[in-house]
């Protein structure tokens, strides 16, 4: 199995095989989803205390909080496989 990392801002790194996906943190559901992951303790804040522009959902229902635009995390996830496949 091979690992791929995907950058998410600030030195910090996700594996792209956990991911299940990118989304946008406005709607009232996604703000839902990191309340309640905040109060299980599965949050995890890679924003640097800038502002959440990207919540990432993985495999082990842990939420990822990112400062970096949801669409530029998907194209970083693309240009990811794009380069193992070759």
Do not use: C, W
């Not at 991911?19 to 905040?38: F, G, H, L, Q, Y």
């Not at 530029?72 to 496989?81: F, H, I």
């Amino acid at each position: 199995m091979n690992i791929k990392l995907i950058n998410i801002g600030f030195g910090n790194i996700v594996s792209a095989n956990r991911i299940i996906s990118i989304v946008s943190p406005e709607s009232a559901p996604i703000k839902r989803i990191i309340t309640d992951s905040r109060t299980q303790h599965k949050l995890i804040d890679a924003t640097y205390g800038r502002r959440t522009r990207a919540v990432i959902i993985t495999d082990s229902d842990h939420v990822i909080l990112s400062a970096v635009q949801p669409e530029t995390v998907a194209q970083r996830l693309l240009n990811k496989e794009d380069l193992t496949e070759e």
